[in-house]
């Protein structure tokens, strides 16, 4: 069992920047594949960015790439997502996701593979 609990939303002008954070519990946080999705009112959840187990890959939605940046630190059960000039359209419920993948595995972008959620952090960009 792993739970996850994000931190670090709120509220930020347009072109400004945020620091989510997910800490995990549980002694086997490198045994999984971490992701950030998102959920705009209205909207299905999307994928934003993964990590690979190691960190060694990293992937990024097209509307993000070049703005956002995802790492983890395994020592610290912890994965962040560094999210820069930000953008009205980057609003939303930000979710951390924990995905049981093998050594070598690619990791998904499809929320249906994730075995465990965060509760959600709210992200408002205002214009």
């Known amino acids: 069992q792993v739970q996850l609990v994000e931190s670090g939303g709120g509220l930020v002008q347009a072109g400004g920047s945020l620091r989510l954070s997910c800490a995990a519990s549980?002694?086997?946080?490198?045994?999984?594949?971490m992701g950030w999705f998102r959920q705009a009112p209205g909207k299905e959840r999307e994928f934003v960015v993964g990590?690979?187990?190691?960190?060694?890959?990293?992937y990024y939605a097209n509307s993000v790439n070049g703005r956002f940046t995802i790492s983890r630190d395994n020592a610290k059960n912890t994965v962040y997502m560094q999210m820069n000039s930000l953008k009205p359209e980057d609003t939303g419920v930000y979710y951390c996701?924990?995905?049981?993948?093998?050594?070598?595995?690619?990791?998904?972008?499809?929320?249906?593979?994730?075995?465990?959620w965060g509760q959600g952090t709210q992200v408002t960009v205002s214009s």
């Open positions: 996701a924990a995905e049981n993948k093998s050594p070598g595995r690619l990791c998904s972008v499809l929320p249906e593979s994730y075995d465990y």
């Open positions: 549980g002694r086997t946080f490198s045994s999984y594949c």
């Open positions: 990590i690979s187990r190691t960190g060694g890959s990293s």
